[in-house]
């Protein structure tokens, strides 16, 4: 495949400054999902998302985290999971990531606050009965989505269409925003719908910016402006 400056499919691997996968945990009716991205210094430090996965309705939680290592470990990735509702998921992933786990696992509680917290807090976890932790980042959901508009706004993240590839594009242009009585925004999926492909995306868009790798100016989108399909052209 020749490269193309649109389609992080052919980019090379090895000249990305970093990679995560970020994983989104699936509970009673909501899948499990996620993402795999990178910062390429050369693409003027875009983020290229690669890999786009949605497992099963009920897909087990224990296959889930085999893949999810299995792909870090292909990719030479970090991992961020939403631990927001199951933090359990995230010692079963440990224990399939080299130790220290704090070195390569990142936890996340998706909030309804306005913004990030400013630091991580240590976030217990257990290994073979040992305990151990990792940092957890408590994140804005609204502050989330927005990131994701504003780099998609300004090109600066482009998506390869591979894998669920349309599922993520529906999730994308169907998320509704409500405007609080305060002012600030709410996103959420239609009702019966889904976001797990979505809120993956954008915990990877926050851990390529602000965990690891190049941390650029916060992207500020234009007002009203809405996501569209153009990082996929």
């Not at 991205?37 to 996965?53: F, L, T, Y």
């Not at 257990?126 to 508009?149: C, F, I, M």
Request: aromatic letters at 6%; hydrophobic letters at 50%; proline letters at 5%.
């Amino acid at each position: 495949m020749s490269y193309s400056e649109a389609n992080p499919a052919t980019w090379s691997r090895s000249a990305a400054s970093t990679m995560w996968i970020a994983v989104d945990v699936g509970l009673m009716q909501d899948h499990s999902a996620f993402v795999v991205a990178g910062v390429w210094p050369q693409a003027g430090s875009a983020i290229g998302v690669i890999d786009i996965k949605q497992f099963p309705l009920g897909y087990p939680l224990e296959d889930v985290a085999e893949e999810v290592a299995a792909a870090a470990r292909l990719h030479q990735a970090k991992v961020i999971v939403d631990a927001t509702n199951n933090s359990a998921f995230v010692g079963m992933l440990a224990q399939r990531l080299p130790a220290p786990a704090a070195n390569h696992l990142v936890g996340a509680a998706i909030t309804s606050a306005i913004g990030h917290a400013a630091q991580p807090a240590p976030m217990a976890i257990s290994l073979g009965g040992l305990r151990s932790a990792v940092p957890r980042w408590s994140l804005s959901k609204s502050e989330l989505v927005q990131n994701v508009k504003a780099e998609l706004t300004n090109k600066s993240l482009r998506l390869a269409k591979v894998g669920d590839w349309e599922a993520l594009q529906a999730e994308l242009l169907g998320m509704e925003q409500t405007v609080r009585a305060s002012g600030t925004s709410a996103y959420a999926a239609p009702s019966g719908q889904h976001d797990d492909l979505a809120m993956a995306l954008a915990l990877a868009v926050f851990a390529c910016r602000s965990v690891g790798g190049v941390v650029r100016h916060r992207l500020t989108p234009h007002r009203g402006a809405r996501v569209s399909s153009a990082a996929w052209t």
